[in-house]
Nanobody
Framework: QVQLVESGGDLVQPGGSLRLSCKAS????????MSWYRRAPGKERELVAR???????NYGDSVKGRFTISRDNAKNTLYLQMNNLEAEDTAVYYC???????????WGQGTQVTVSS
């Protein structure tokens, strides 16, 4: 059974930082491409960042230079370091992966990030 559990969301002031974590189980984590998505109120879900099994990364335009995705394969954990946060970053952040064997995406329950003074 695949499980993705996010944590680390919080209320933070503009300009502040947060680190999100996503603990994975039920998959051979080191082999999987992992992604962070977010959904802000009234907006479409958008890709925040993605990291492949070999460590290649890509980012959504709105977070480039501010966010960093990383992984610790020994801990089966995905991270998202978020710096210089803006009010527009307020959203629920989800960890996700595609499992080819079952031809489907798996999603975590999400963690709320609120950027406000």
């Amino acid at each position: 059974q695949v499980q993705l559990v996010e944590s680390g969301g919080d209320l933070v002031q503009p300009g502040g930082s947060l680190r999100l974590s996503c603990k994975a189980s039920g998959i051979n984590f080191k082999l999987f491409t992992m992604s962070w998505y977010r959904r802000a109120p009234g907006k479409e879900r958008e890709l925040v960042a993605r990291i492949t099994s070999d460590g290649s990364t890509n980012y959504g335009d709105s977070v480039k230079g501010r966010f960093t995705i990383s992984r610790d394969n020994a801990k089966n954990t995905l991270y998202l370091q978020m710096n210089n946060l803006e009010a527009e970053d307020t959203a629920v952040y989800y960890c996700t992966t595609f499992y080819p064997r079952y031809a489907r995406d798996y999603w975590g329950q999400g963690t709320q990030v609120t950027v406000s003074s």
